[in-house]
């Protein structure tokens, strides 16, 4: 039977992303009563299961990108040989049982992953990407949020909205009193969660002398920079290569 087993041998070679996403999310966000258009506590939520993932998982990504209610892993090594079937696998599961316990939720929730094979190159591009699908995110939740507010129902919303380009969309936001350019920094640029190491000094009484001690901690950047800046791909380019 175990020769049955499909994609059991399927490995990959590092450095990969795995995304996770939410599985049905909006259901979700209505059982727990998230705030609209952006619930800062499910925000912390999300960046606290990227904490776990990286610290608790036995993953050991090196760092985590967040927005909404995905996750990007990056690899520069890999767990369990490569295996597909078991990064994906335990990614998602270990990312549910992580957001339930933080959210406190009274529900399951439930992720799907999928591997992302790249190059540290690529790896820049991927990440621009994803924080520009996080913008994009943010422009429409809160037209969305605007139109609602005005007594349309979600699906017309979506209509209205549908096919509008970005300046027609910052247009309808401010028209309404929403400045686009001043929400916060985390709904428009994602979270950015990673290892810090820092330096401590302290007296050694044995060798009476001072002494250097590096120390990581993994850290939560909810300002991250422009990615597609050249001072974004600088601090990507350095994010990567010390890894």
Not at 50 to 63: E, H, K, M, Q, T
Not at 123 to 140: K, M, S, T
Not at 210 to 233: K, M, N, Q, W, Y
Request: contains cysteine; aromatic residues 10%.
């Amino acid at each position: 039977m175990k020769k049955r087993e499909l994609y059991s041998t399927l490995t990959c070679v590092p450095p990969i992303f795995v995304r996770i996403d939410g599985r049905n999310f909006h259901a979700v966000a209505e059982a727990w009563g998230l705030k609209r258009p952006f619930d800062e506590k499910f925000s912390a939520s999300m960046a606290a299961v990227c904490v776990r993932l990286i610290s608790d998982s036995g993953l050991s990504p090196d760092f985590a990108f967040t927005f909404s209610d995905e996750i990007s892993l990056y690899f520069s090594t890999l767990p369990f040989a490569g295996r597909v079937e078991k990064i994906d696998s335990v990614a998602a599961s270990f990312a549910a049982s992580a957001l339930t316990l933080e959210a406190g939720s009274g529900i399951p929730v439930s992720f799907d992953a999928r591997i992302i094979q790249i190059t540290p190159e690529l790896a820049v591009r991927y990440l621009i990407e994803r924080q520009g699908e996080a913008w994009r995110n943010h422009i429409n939740a809160w037209c969305q949020y605007a139109l609602i507010e005005e007594g349309c129902s979600r699906r017309e919303a979506a209509r209205r909205l549908r096919g509008l380009s970005s300046p027609a969309l910052h247009e309808l936001a401010f028209s309404r009193g929403i400045n686009l350019a001043k929400t916060p920094a985390w709904q428009r640029r994602g979270v950015l969660i990673y290892r810090k190491a820092t330096t401590i000094e302290g007296w050694n009484p044995r060798l009476s002398s001072v002494v250097r001690t590096v120390r990581t901690s993994v850290e939560s950047d909810r300002a991250p920079p422009l990615f597609s800046s050249p001072e974004g791909r600088s601090f990507l380019t350095r994010l990567i290569s010390e890894l």
